[in-house]
């Protein structure tokens, strides 16, 4: 595992996330993690690409050869998470284990804190 800012990704994460941007079908600076407010908890994930750095907002990590960028505001609701890519039966996708959430929807995609 690798870990930046608090912020940790599995092995798997890493690989799945450097396909993504490898796929992303035009030019892109990296990954971008974050949170935004709403979904059913009241705050959910992001995951989109980065198509610029916004140097007075982002914070940008190499994991091993994967660029990841993450705002600033969003690094204080990830600190200490996981980024796992889980696959199943039924689906498949990012996963954070996060120790700030205190509770979820069930999907994983909403979260909401203390």
Same mark, same amino acid.
């Given at each position: ?5 608090g912020?940790t *990704? ?16 035009? /030019?892109?600076?990296?990954?971008? *993690?974050?949170?935004?407010?709403g979904?059913? =908890? ?12 916004? /140097? ?6 190499d ?8 705002? &600033? ?9 996981? *980024?796992?890519?889980?696959?199943? *039966? ?7 284990? &996060?120790? &700030? ?8 995609? =909403?979260?909401?804190?203390?």
């Amino acid at each position: 595992m690798s870990e930046a800012e608090g912020i940790t *990704l599995t092995p798997q994460a890493i690989e799945m996330g450097k396909r993504k941007v490898a796929d992303a079908g035009e /030019p892109v600076a990296g990954l971008r *993690l974050g949170i935004k407010g709403g979904g059913c =908890s009241g705050y959910y994930y992001v995951y989109d690409f980065a198509k610029k750095i916004r /140097p007075d907002k982002d914070l940008v990590f190499d994991f091993d050869g994967l660029t990841v960028v993450v705002d &600033n505001r969003s690094i204080e609701f990830l600190k200490g998470a996981v *980024l796992d890519w889980e696959q199943g *039966l039924m689906s498949y996708g990012f996963k954070w284990k &996060n120790p &700030n959430a205190t509770g979820d929807c069930g999907c994983g995609q =909403s979260f909401e804190v203390g």
